[in-house]
C-alpha cells in the first residue's frame, strides 16, 4: 500500500505563492510517475501537472503554464508545486496521485490539500 501525504495548501492573496508537497511513504517501486490535480466546488478533478521518473520530464495544464513549477526529490519521495501568479481561479482541492512508470492510469492518491486565492 502506498501512502500520499500532501501538504502547504492554504489562504493567500491573489497574485501570491504557495509551495504543495507530497510525500509517498509506504510500498514503493523502482519507477514512479507523480502528478497533482484540483477540483474546484461543484466542478470534476482535473489535471494540473506531472513528473515523471526517467529524465523528470514534466507536464502541465494550459491554464498553470509559466506560473506553476512542478519538481521531486527522489531521495526523500516527495513532489513538489510551486505555485506563483496565484489567481481567485486557482482556488481548489488539490491532490497528489502517483502511477507505476509505464502505467495509463493513476492508481494511488492522497486526501488533498486546499487551496483558497482571495482576490
Known amino acids: 500500500q502506498v501512502q500520499l501525504v500532501e501538504s502547504g495548501g492554504g489562504l493567500v492573496q491573489a497574485g501570491g505563492s504557495l509551495r504543495l508537497s507530497c510525500a509517498a511513504s509506504g510500498r514503493t517501486f523502482s519507477t514512479y510517475d507523480m502528478a497533482w490535480f484540483r477540483q474546484a466546488p461543484g466542478k470534476e478533478r482535473v489535471f494540473v501537472s506531472a513528473?515523471?521518473?526517467?529524465?523528470?520530464?514534466?507536464y502541465y495544464a494550459d491554464s498553470v503554464k509559466g506560473r506553476f513549477t512542478i519538481s521531486r526529490d527522489y531521495a526523500k519521495n516527495t513532489v513538489h508545486l510551486q505555485m506563483s501568479s496565484l489567481k481567485p481561479e486557482d482556488t481548489a482541492l488539490y491532490y497528489c496521485?502517483?502511477?507505476?512508470?509505464?502505467?495509463?492510469?493513476?492508481?494511488?492518491w492522497g486526501q488533498g490539500t486546499q487551496v483558497t486565492v482571495s482576490s
Open positions: 513528473i515523471t521518473w526517467r529524465g523528470g520530464s514534466t
Open positions: 496521485a502517483l502511477k507505476t512508470t509505464g502505467t495509463i492510469d493513476y492508481g494511488y
